[in-house]
């Protein structure tokens, strides 16, 4: 029996969230609260109402679009907060020789209990994880998400420690998590992995802005510019992102 997600919305010919063009899954539910977040209506998680086996379906009908690179990416709100369907998803997909994607920033993640045993076995129909870092200081990324990271540091200790293939992201934020200091910081805890194939610089953006006041929610940052071109390559230069090549 196949298992129901919440899905928020699908991107059916995605280019950024993974190798090659892929079949985007977006579900409901984070429980982040980042200042920059763009997607604010996939906060609140909802009714599952979309049933895994008819998703893959819809899916395997743009396969001949993914070539040899593509594949399904799912991404959210977190999904790892909906983890049984996501693996029951993946192991089908798995089963039609689909490449796999998660698109995480980690939250859910611990090495105890019942969800462990289940990511365990995610991982094995995983063929790579987008891992956002946002910031290694702890208070820092607590005011910037209202969450601590230090079980997310240990997600991407757990992902090399299994050689489980993953792109670092980084969200540049100017005057939050731009400073050298953040951007070594990062580095340093990045070069101790051995699992990273790419690390990425996405510039912060404001274009989520009108979510928030549509949903009722305070926008923080306003007054925060995307970052400059030469800031990024400053950022670019620090997180060595250039030695990173699969």
Known sequence: MSVKGAVHSIETFGSVDGPGVRFVIFL???ALRCQYCHNPDTWKCGE???DSEQLLKKALRYRSYWGKNGGITVSGGEP???IDFLLDLFQRAKKEGIHTVIDTAGNPFTTEGIFFEKFQKLM?????LLLDLKVLDEQKHIALTGKSNQNILDMA???SKINKPVWIRHVLVPGINDSDEDLKQ???F???LHNVKRVEILPY???GAYKWKELGYSYALHDVQPPKKELIAHANALLHTADYKG
């Open 48 to 50: 599952p109402d979309t």
């Open 124 to 128: 094995e129909v995983s063929d790579l």
């Open 190 to 192: 990045i070069q101790t």
């Open 28 to 30: 409901k539910g984070c």
């Open 205 to 207: 953006h404001s274009l």
């Open 157 to 159: 200790r757990y992902l």
């Open 186 to 188: 990062l580095d340093t």
């Open 80 to 82: 790892l907060l909906q």
